[in-house]
């Protein structure tokens, strides 16, 4: 037994730690653990003290881990794996009456997946619920460092990393317009006329973003951007102000609806029909949590593509004929 660092180290303090090395900052650290700064400040400064070596180093306005850092970060790392899966066997142990659930989703999914968490938490109350939503490249590297169960993705890692997916649920890409627009209510608009008028575009590593980007590619076409934006939100916002037009998920009007201040126009090659997919590292051991979140999900399809029908009616002749092609989900197995 590590008797010394027993008596002189504590949970507390290794967690602090890891997610400094993890984030890179004091302070995005103290952030994610809702701690103070001067709280983490403190806690290193007692694990410093115990393990006997500095921790940290500076590099220019950067703090880097020492050799005794990195070596502490890896113990770290196998201590919280191995903590990780005995909370998940004494959740199977239990049953559904407790247990949690993280769940990381992409964007585009924020206006989906609460809707479902919903749905799901009514059915298992004693359920733990944690949702992180941010873009596709910081969910790969969530999944690398295996920081949740499950992840909502538009398009699954092929290069990335290896891992498990099942087919979750339809999202159309559509191009939308501040209502009093020109374009607006003319039909077959072609795309070399949208990509004149000024636009607004997610941040790179956005998967709307990619997907955009090359759609006016494959036409040899350049979107002429006026504007770079960190949130779905915010570029509606600036959509019915005026700013320009963008290319967003149908789902982003799931509260407001299609008739309010952002219109979706009639382009070619618009809707681009993309899916949404539930991914896991291949390999890794899904709680029985997971495992019934993924089913429930899966089964929750049918609900979305019925909204989606009825906020733009045009949609539908195009989702049951991809209905009738689209390959069988792929199932997760509850053995």
Request: proline share 6%.
């Amino acid at each position: 037994m590590p008797d010394y660092l027993i008596r002189h180290a504590t949970l507390r303090q290794l967690q602090v730690f890891e997610a400094i090395v993890r984030l890179g900052s004091f302070t995005r650290a103290a952030e994610e653990l809702f701690l103070t700064q001067p709280t983490v400040s403190m806690q290193i400064r007692k694990l410093t003290e115990a393990i006997g070596l500095p921790l940290f180093e500076h590099v220019g306005r950067n703090v880097e881990p020492t050799e005794a850092g990195l070596e502490l970060y890896d113990a770290c790392k196998l201590m919280f794996e191995s903590l990780a899966n005995l909370e998940m066997k004494v959740s199977d142990l239990k049953g559904l009456k407790r247990g949690r659930l993280s769940l990381g989703v992409i964007t585009t999914a924020e206006y989906v997946a609460p809707e479902i968490l919903g749905e799901f938490s009514q059915l298992y109350p004693g359920i733990d619920l944690t949702l992180k939503v941010t873009n596709r490249e910081s969910i790969i590297e969530r999944m690398h460092a295996n920081e949740d169960d499950l992840y909502i993705m538009g398009q699954a890692p092929k290069d990335e990393l290896e891992v498990e997916t099942y087919e979750f649920a339809t999202n159309p890409l559509v191009v939308m317009a501040p209502r009093t627009h020109p374009l607006v209510g003319k039909t077959h608009i072609p795309l070399a006329a949208i990509a004149e008028q000024p636009f607004i575009v997610r941040e790179p590593g956005s998967g709307t973003r990619d997907i955009t980007f090359r759609t006016l590619d494959a036409k040899g076409l350049r979107p002429n951007i006026r504007m770079e934006l960190g949130s779905n939100e915010a570029i509606k916002h600036a959509i019915a102000a005026g700013l320009g037009l963008s290319v967003l998920s149908l789902h982003t009007l799931t509260l407001e609806g299609t008739a309010g201040p952002v219109a979706i126009l009639d382009v070619e090659g618009f809707p681009i029909m993309r899916k949404w997919f539930i991914v896991y590292p291949k390999g890794k051991e899904l709680s029985l949590v997971a495992r019934t979140f993924l089913e429930f999900a899966i089964d929750y399809e049918p609900k979305i593509r019925e909204r989606v029908k009825k906020m733009w009616p045009a949609l539908k002749l195009v989702l049951d004929e991809k209905k009738g092609t689209a390959p069988r989900t792929k199932r997760v197995s509850k053995s």
